[in-house]
């Protein structure tokens, strides 16, 4: 398999004024052709230290891809460096001379006489149009070696890559990669990896873990020479992975908790109602992430303060009186309500501390009762957050949990009719 | 001047799963700080490749980061294969271990024996707490360079950088930086940088624009050999800055509109309530983002249905039959609703189009009408968003706008109490 560096040049890029996304798109690009990227520098418009990133990525790749500095200003220098680097002549290409006086006439200008070093290409190089903006892109082979130079703007860059750069590559390309997303709740990264065990040694497909948003996920990917082949060698491993995680795993390829809990409801027919204390409309936004979710959810309450408790979802001041705000009654109660008011089929209620700090009754930030109520049933179960000091942390789980609450009850629902 | 080069490591990054924003955010906190980044690499969970990219850069350069590869996966390799190049031994410390274990029990769970390699330290390597997770951050001096060892994501990375590395960084850096962000609302960065001119070119203050979250915001940062010194530096500069782009911007290191709009709300002692249709959720989710939002904002009503709009906010089929859903007069009247229901003060009604797709009224996706109704006013403006085809960036800016009305509408009513 051949392996490819990426290089991304501008001095703006090391102060951090822009974010170097070309670095990604080429990545993710790359990876999808089964060309492996070994690593990612950028150097700013530096010829000396160019240079030497030049020669150190050809002394290490087959291929090299260098993004940025074929500008028309002073600075812009990659074409010059790399010819140096590959002791190549830099001659003018009449063609792209055309293209440029075209670029500005047709804009009712004459070509600055910057723009003129835009027309040089390495003698013998491929040449990329370049539609979007005046630098052409390049590719010089030699010695079994290809260096790629793409202008830097993503504008520019993007369009040129997917046109012409990518089916240059194809030569380049003899696998084709697929990838499973295996995600879980309710299971940090570590644990998830140790229960994985060995399979995270894999090398066709590899396995590996990743932290996202809260959840823990596993990305399985295979290479081969067919997408059957690479189904082949993902499905065991997959399976396997579901097994060992099955308490845990949400689905596969899926988007996200919310995602699988509309699908859920539209598939039962069922309608969602919630009342939010502490997570205040997190919940009801993570629901309504969901394009469509207006068919399964019509109705959220905010219900912060102790006297809407009471006034909107019927929480009596006898339940908060005896058991607390945060209590685990005061959670089925809110849920009743909500139920009631939406004439939903199953209601959602949470309350508890957002924190950062304890609430006046001295209950702890990220502490949280969540009530799930349908026509013949009622859960409710207690959270404590790890890391309770955090507000969005704590609104966010507690969140989580609840959409999982409800997730879980409506597959039981689901295996319970079927059987 | 120091100068110094960052090694991102994680296999995800070469993927092009994830974007560097690690990169980014170091380079313009270094630059701040006077410190010269000269390079970025990005190598994956490889020990033969990540040791070469520390034996060069630490060649080349007096100061190293390492960001990524500190979790308890096998695949997380940074600190073994950084030792090894530095030929230091990795000891137990203890009071990190202690940490894991409190950070475990407070979950109510036994530490993964995975999680013990975190705390392996460097011997005699300054140790960062990771109030945000489980992997501490390292420093590392010999030989008159310095190895950082940091988190990879950034929601741990960055709080740590700004608590713990930049004071320790301080003294290569020979000079005090200040920084003052000057938040805006309602102007796009381009369009921002342009009324701010000639300013942006300054060198001492520098000023540099930022988008973020759908808000454009510039940093005026200073340098000098005193405190007093820097902050009049920027003074001149922040006042001018203020002047040219006075009706878009809301604070001076603020926070975000809805500490602002909390602010104000508490100190005129006055109660919101909300009505969301498309935002569903998103605009009550942020107000409480801000701790203590509980003593101004009591009560948000999620109605995603016109049933619902009706049966609880006491919008009239006549109406929504009149004017239909996405209308000024239904937001007036779910603002209504919602202010009645909850007894307060305020309320905000919103009523929309998330997307992606347009509604089956034909109105486009991110249209929405957002009303203000308090006691003696009414206040409705008409949202159109530009790029309409996404949900998310819909409902984020919406939700935002409808903090923005209720902001100036009390910094209005201030200025009316003063006259």
């Not at 539609?131 to 010695?143: F, H, Q, R």
């Not at 409710?380 to 999982?404: F, G, P």
């Amino acid at each position: 398999m051949p392996v490819c560096e990426l290089i991304s040049v501008g001095t703006e890029l090391l102060l951090g004024e822009i974010l170097n996304t070309n670095a990604r798109f080429l990545s993710l690009e790359l990876a999808a052709m089964g060309i492996s990227v070994l690593r990612q520098s950028t150097v700013g418009d530096n010829p000396k230290r160019l240079a030497l990133a030049i020669e150190e990525a050809l002394s290490r790749s087959d291929l090299v891809i260098i993004s940025g500095g074929l500008g028309p200003t002073p600075d812009d220098i990659t074409k010059e460096v790399a010819c140096r680097v590959l002791a190549c002549d830099l001659v003018l290409s009449e063609e792209i001379s055309e293209d440029l006086k075209a670029f500005f006439s047709a804009r009712g200008l004459d070509m600055p006489k910057t723009n003129e070093k835009q027309a040089l290409v390495p003698k013998g190089a491929k040449v990329f149009k370049n539609p979007k903006g005046t630098a052409p892109g390049l590719a010089y082979e030699k010695d079994g070696k290809c260096l790629i130079m793409l202008p830097g703007p993503p504008r520019e860059m993007e369009p040129m890559f997917l046109e012409s750069v990518k089916p240059f590559l194809s030569k380049y390309s003899d696998q084709i990669i697929l990838s499973h997303t295996l995600r879980t709740f309710g299971i940090g990264e570590s644990a998830m990896a140790e229960l994985a065990g060995e399979l995270l040694n894999g090398t066709n497909p590899t396995v590996a873990p990743y932290a996202k948003d809260g959840e823990a996920l596993l990305r399985v990917t295979a290479r081969a020479e067919s997408l059957e082949k690479a189904e082949a060698l993902c499905k065991p491993v997959l399976d396997s992975l579901q097994k060992k995680l099955a308490p845990y795993v949400y689905g596969i390829d899926v988007e996200n908790l919310q995602s699988q809990l509309v699908l859920l409801l539209e598939q039962s027919a069922l309608k969602l109602a919630t009342a939010e204390s502490c997570t205040a409309g997190y919940l009801s936004k993570k629901i309504t992430e969901v394009p469509g979710a207006s068919k399964v959810f019509e109705c959220g309450i905010v219900a912060y303060s102790s006297d809407i408790k009471q006034s909107l979802l019927a929480v009596s001041a006898d339940t908060i009186k005896t058991h607390g705000l945060v209590s685990p009654e005061v959670a089925i109660s809110m849920a009743k309500g909500a139920r009631h008011l939406a004439a939903a089929d199953l209601a959602l209620g949470v309350t508890g501390v957002a924190g950062p700090g304890p609430d006046t009754q001295g209950n702890p930030a990220g502490l949280a009762y969540i009530a799930l109520v349908a026509e013949n049933d009622i859960i409710v179960e207690k959270v404590q957050t790890a890391r309770s000091n955090d507000r969005d942390y704590n609104r966010r789980i507690i969140s989580s949990r609840a959409l999982n609450i409800a997730r879980l009850y409506l597959l039981e629902l689901k295996a319970k009719v079927r059987e």
